[in-house]
């Protein structure tokens, strides 16, 4: 794993974190755009970036990289090329950890009632969303979808609602 910037260590100690989240292919053709952005929104996570976009096969092998040796490889790849998707970068205090349990598990068949996959999804390559698994990841991953002028700090006026 790469060393994480200097800069970003401060970040990463207040446990703010970033974490990468994509509606997938299928979310965006099944109409489900407005329905899972929700979900994070009401959460609490805050958007730091967001585009609609379809990913090159470049930049899916940039993304994907760790999966390179699996079979499944090459059916996530088409899978992840085959449409237009939304990448987002959403932060917050244990925003990896939190997003993550918004989503649910891998398979949706093992994903709870109440998560994303658990909700709408039916089989694993089709589970509609993907989540950054570590806040490093969440860092890299971010760095593959979005320079710096594209994340915005913002303030949000609900924050003390949120966060103590
Ligand atoms: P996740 O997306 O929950 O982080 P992962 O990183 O292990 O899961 O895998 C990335 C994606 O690859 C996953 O969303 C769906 C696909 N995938 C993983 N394991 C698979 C398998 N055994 N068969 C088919 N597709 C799989
Ligand atoms: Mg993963």
């Keep these: 794993?790469?060393?994480?910037p200097n800069c970003l260590?401060?970040?990463?100690?207040?446990?703010?974190?970033?974490t990468l989240i994509l509606i997938k292919p299928d979310g965006v053709q099944r109409g489900l755009m407005g329905e899972i952005i929700g979900r994070f929104e009401r959460r609490g996570l805050k958007l730091a970036g967001m585009k609609f976009m379809q990913m090159s096969s470049e930049k899916a092998a940039e993304h994907y990289g760790e999966h390179i040796e699996r079979p499944f490889y090459p059916?996530?790849?088409?899978?992840i090329i085959s449409g237009p998707i939304v990448a987002m970068c959403w932060e917050g205090p244990d925003a990896v950890k939190i997003a993550r349990q918004?989503?649910?598990?891998?398979?949706?068949?093992e994903a709870t009632m109440g998560t994303i996959r658990g909700d709408f999804g039916m089989q694993i390559g089709r589970n509609l969303v993907h989540g950054s698994d570590s806040p490093e990841n969440g860092i890299r991953e971010t760095d593959v979808f979005f320079t710096a002028d594209e994340l915005h700090e913002w303030h949000r006026d609900t924050?003390?609602?949120i966060l103590e």
């Design 159 to 161: 924050e003390r609602w």
């Design 75 to 79: 059916d996530l790849v088409a899978y």
């Design 9 to 18: 260590l401060p970040f990463l100690e207040l446990k703010m974190e970033r």
């Design 102 to 109: 918004t989503i649910g598990a891998t398979k949706p068949s």
């Design 1 to 4: 794993m790469l060393p994480t």
